[in-house]
Each structure stands twice: as C-alpha cells, then as structure tokens.
C-alpha cells in the first residue's frame, strides 16, 4: 500500500507532462498585425476614389491642391472611429474637415462597412464650386498593399479611443 504523500509523488511527473503539453499545444498568440496609413490624395481627382483598408487603419486625405477642401461625411451617427485629427462635427448633420493646401486630415474606422463622403472646394476661393466624392471600405483581410507608412499620432500624440462622431470634438 502506497501512502498519500507517495502516490502524490509518484503522480507529479505526469502531471507535470500533461501541464506541459497543455501549455505546447496551444502556442504563443499570434502577433496582431500593425495597423497602417492609407493616403488619399485630393487634387482635381480623388485617388484612389474607392479606398480598401483594414479596421482600425488610419485613412489620411492630403490636400494636394492650392486651395482649402472639406471632406464630409453627410452621416456622422453612423462612423465609429479609434482615432481622428482635423474632423470634427459642427452639427449633428456631418463629420467634416476643413483642409489648408499640403496639409491633411484623418480617421480610423473601428467597424466594418462602406462609407461614403464628398469633397468640396472652398466656396471663399472665388472659383465655381466642385464637389468630388469617395468611398472607404472597412473590410477583413483588407489588401493593404496601397500607399502605406508607418501610423501617425493623433493631434494629441496618442489614440483617443473608440468614439462615435456625435460627440463634438473640442
């Protein structure tokens, strides 16, 4: 007759086996895939006018005219977005942001979708107005093989976290 403490003993190497092959079989977790840039270039054209990307990427528009643009999102309610610099809403009706030559504006999508927004000229610039439009798809396993660089930080320096657009930014 073995006593307790023995058969406790005798039963640690295979328990200790069976802990190891637990803790093996299951691996280290997979490596998140680092969220990236996407540009949109505004000129005479938008480019690219349809823009596939990743959720939680950064989608930057670059104001390569020589007057200021907004872009606008006519459905503000409907955008989650993780992080976002230059857009703000002046009313419940839009998400918009006005954008000097050479300077940019952008936002991180935080769900799936497709989302839909106009550029337009400033209307101060004397010149007749034009409207262009553009859509951003949110989509998995997004090709993200388009014009990427490292993300930026927010205005702030960091991200401001899941938000959605009916809250005015300051």
């Known amino acids: 007759m073995v006593s307790g403490a023995k058969a406790l003993c005798l ?3 295979a328990l200790g086996m069976l802990a190891l092959a ?3 079989s299951s691996g280290p977790p997979a490596p998140k895939q680092p969220h990236r840039v996407h540009t949109v270039n505004i000129g005479q054209t938008v480019e690219p006018g349809q823009i596939n990307v990743g959720r939680g990427d950064e989608v930057r528009w670059l104001n390569q005219g020589s007057q200021p643009v907004a872009v606008i999102f006519p459905k503000p309610d409907s955008i989650l977005v993780t992080c976002r610099s230059g857009f703000r809403t002046p009313n ?3 998400l918009s942001a006005l954008i000097a030559p050479n300077a940019s504006a952008s936002l991180c999508f935080a769900e799936h979708g497709k989302y839909n927004y106009s550029i337009r000229d400033n209307e ?3 010149a007749a107005q034009t409207d262009r439009s553009g859509t951003v798809m949110i989509v998995a396993g997004a ?3 388009t014009d990427t660089v490292p993300p ?3 205005s702030t320096g960091q991200s401001t976290g899941v938000q ?3 809250t005015p930014n300051p």
């Open 124 to 126: 101060s610039a004397g």
């Open 143 to 145: 090709d993200r093989s």
């Open 22 to 24: 637990a803790g093996c």
């Open 11 to 13: 039963l640690c190497p």
């Open 164 to 166: 959605p657009m009916e």
């Open 152 to 154: 930026a930080a927010t």
């Open 92 to 94: 419940a009706k839009m």
